[in-house]
């Protein structure tokens, strides 16, 4: 039953309207919502009077799009990528306003916020201790929060410039924070110093700075066009 209403929902799956962007599918009366619900991972809008056709709004629309898009191109016969059929309508969402949706897991965690509305990152707080061996020497930290980045967005991780002076540094140096996450928002932390303190919970350690995400394709050349700067780098141009 569950390949069959993919295979069905792949199917019929198509952009309906750009403002905003909407994907419907179309499933048969064999299929009952429900059925549809428990396969799906980016759950669709249900119209109680039209309980065969499913929604997916902005961003969702291209998220059930990709989960589906190897499917798609067989049922629907597209020999193109996904960056070549969908990726302006991507690129739109940007162009639209919309928030970084934060959800509470725990009631104590702190939701992001900007000491002034200028500041690139949103601030971060880690509340608890997820796992104490995460890795060599690197602790991971919850934050107890779920974060969706704004339509057409992904969200880098990094430190806050004060957390070198507890001796402390963000273990993967950069965290990228896809589009489509939905866990917990963690912070791993190494010592920079042996002898630095223990975390005092509550802490803002990091912050999260919003990207626009760039759907492309990858292509292999024969050779790529020789510039002025050629093969100059680490330093080659003087202190």
Same mark, same amino acid.
């Given at each position: 039953?569950?390949?069959?209403?993919?295979?069905?929902?792949?199917?019929?799956?198509?952009?309906?309207?750009?403002?905003?962007?909407?994907?419907?599918?179309?499933?048969?009366?064999?299929?009952?919502? +429900?059925?549809? $619900?428990?396969?799906?991972?980016?759950?669709?809008?249900?119209?109680?009077?039209?309980? %065969?056709?499913? %929604?997916?709004?902005?961003?969702?629309?291209?998220?059930?799009?990709?989960? $589906?898009?190897?499917?798609?191109? +067989?049922?629907?016969?597209?020999?193109?990528?996904?960056?070549?059929?969908?990726?302006?309508?991507?690129?739109?969402?940007?162009?639209?306003?919309?928030?970084?949706?934060?959800?509470?897991?725990?009631?104590?965690?702190?939701?992001?916020?900007?000491?002034?509305?200028?500041?690139?990152?949103?601030?971060?707080?880690?509340?608890?201790?997820? /796992?104490?061996?995460?890795?060599?020497?690197?602790?991971?930290?919850?934050?107890?929060?779920?974060?969706?980045?704004?339509?057409?967005?992904?969200?880098?991780?990094?430190?806050?410039?004060?957390?070198?002076? $507890?001796?402390?540094?963000?273990?993967?140096?950069?965290?990228?924070?896809?589009?489509?996450?939905?866990?917990? $928002?963690?912070?791993?932390?190494?010592?920079?110093?042996?002898?630095?303190? +223990?975390?005092?919970?509550?802490?803002?350690?990091?912050?999260?700075?919003?990207?626009?995400? +760039?759907?492309?394709?990858?292509?292999?050349?024969?050779?790529? /066009?020789? %510039?002025?700067?050629?093969?100059?780098?680490?330093?080659?141009?003087?202190?």
């Amino acid at each position: 039953m569950s390949q069959s209403i993919i295979d069905c929902i792949a199917g019929t799956i198509k952009i309906v309207a750009h403002d905003p962007l909407t994907a419907q599918s179309i499933i048969t009366e064999e299929y009952c919502v +429900e059925s549809a $619900l428990s396969v799906l991972k980016v759950p669709p809008l249900v119209d109680p009077s039209c309980p %065969t056709v499913l %929604t997916w709004i902005g961003a969702d629309a291209m998220f059930i799009i990709e989960s $589906l898009w190897e499917k798609i191109q +067989e049922k629907q016969g597209i020999s193109l990528s996904l960056a070549r059929v969908y990726g302006s309508f991507w690129k739109g969402l940007q162009q639209k306003y919309s928030t970084l949706q934060v959800q509470k897991m725990l009631p104590n965690a702190i939701i992001p916020s900007k000491a002034h509305p200028l500041d690139s990152g949103f601030d971060i707080s880690v509340i608890r201790v997820v /796992n104490p061996n995460f890795g060599p020497g690197v602790i991971l930290y919850g934050t107890g929060l779920i974060v969706r980045p704004p339509d057409g967005f992904y969200l880098d991780m990094v430190s806050r410039s004060s957390l070198c002076k $507890l001796g402390w540094m963000v273990a993967n140096c950069v965290g990228v924070i896809d589009a489509q996450y939905r866990g917990e $928002l963690c912070v791993p932390l190494a010592r920079l110093n042996p002898d630095a303190k +223990e975390l005092e919970l509550p802490s803002r350690i990091a912050q999260i700075i919003i990207r626009p995400l +760039e759907i492309v394709d990858v292509e292999e050349v024969e050779q790529i /066009n020789s %510039t002025q700067r050629g093969t100059g780098g680490f330093g080659s141009s003087g202190k």
